[in-house]
T-cell receptor, first 113, second 114 residues
Framework: NAGVTQTPKFQVLKTGQSMTLQCAQD?????MYWYRQDPGMGLRLIYY???????DKGEVPNGYNVSRLNKREFSLRLESAAPSQTSVYFC????????????FGQGTRLTVV | GDSVTQMEGPVTLSEEAFLTINCTYT??????LFWYVQYPGEGLQLLLK?????DKGSNKGFEATYRKETTSFHLEKGSVQVSDSAVYFC?????????????FGQGTTLQVKP
């Protein structure tokens, strides 16, 4: 049971470099999410996709772009990485019913130097 | 806007001690409430949930009751084990729309000593 799979698990970037974080889910969920986790701040929503073909900004979208490639895949792109984007990134998916939980990937630990 | 406040950590307990982690929220609509747990080096996994007022969620000896009158969802366990050492997050679901978005508290680190 793969659930939500994120790649890569670790990444070090130099300031100004770009990269894409990949996420795929095999639970046939409609909705997918990208969160970042910073010490003392919990998880904050970057972008989400309520259904295939739609994306919306979350709480902290600046410096990021997303693509909902198909129902399974939702990628997060950093066009020009900054040290403030050093964080742990989590992808999640759910079937969007308010009573059901989200399922999370293992996370990507990104360091921007 | 909607928000979640958790008690600050870290919390350090001896094995078999009683655990309470406080969580309060502000919300519109009819949100569900969740507790997630994050073990070292892993992602978040659902610990328990409650979808309406007065519901009690329970799992692995942990319990939390959805209290609308006090806007709280405190996590409790009667006897903690070393294996319960982790970070615990209280989360609020989207109560006014079907987006599935979650708002998280800042997390509480629990360390249980033998």
């Amino acid at each position: 049971n793969a659930g939500v799979t994120q790649t890569p698990k670790f990444q070090v970037l130099k300031t100004g470099q770009s990269m894409t974080l990949q996420c795929a889910q095999d639970m046939n969920h409609n909705s997918m999410y990208w969160y970042r986790q910073d010490p003392g701040m919990g998880l904050r929503l970057i972008y989400y996709s309520a259904s295939e073909g739609t994306t919306d900004k979350g709480e902290v979208p600046n410096g990021y772009n997303v693509s909902r490639l198909n129902k399974r895949e939702f990628s997060l792109r950093l066009e020009s990485a900054a040290p403030s984007q050093t964080s742990v990134y989590f992808c999640a998916s759910s079937n969007r019913d308010r009573r059901t939980e989200a399922f999370f990937g293992q996370g990507t630990r990104l360091t921007v130097v | 806007g909607d928000s979640v406040t958790q008690m600050e950590g870290p919390v350090t307990l001896s094995e078999e001690a009683f655990l309470t982690i406080n969580c309060t929220y502000t919300a519109t609509g009819y949100p569900s409430l969740f507790w997630y747990v994050q073990y070292p080096g892993e992602g978040l996994q659902l610990l328990l949930k409650a979808t309406k007022a007065d519901d009690k969620g329970s799992n692995k000896g942990f319990e939390a009751t959805y209290r609308k009158e006090t806007t709280s969802f405190h996590l409790e366990k009667g006897s903690v084990q070393v294996s319960d050492s982790a970070v615990y997050f209280c989360a609020l679901g989207d109560g006014s729309g079907n987006t599935g978005k979650l708002i998280f508290g800042q997390g509480t680190t629990l360390q249980v000593k033998p």
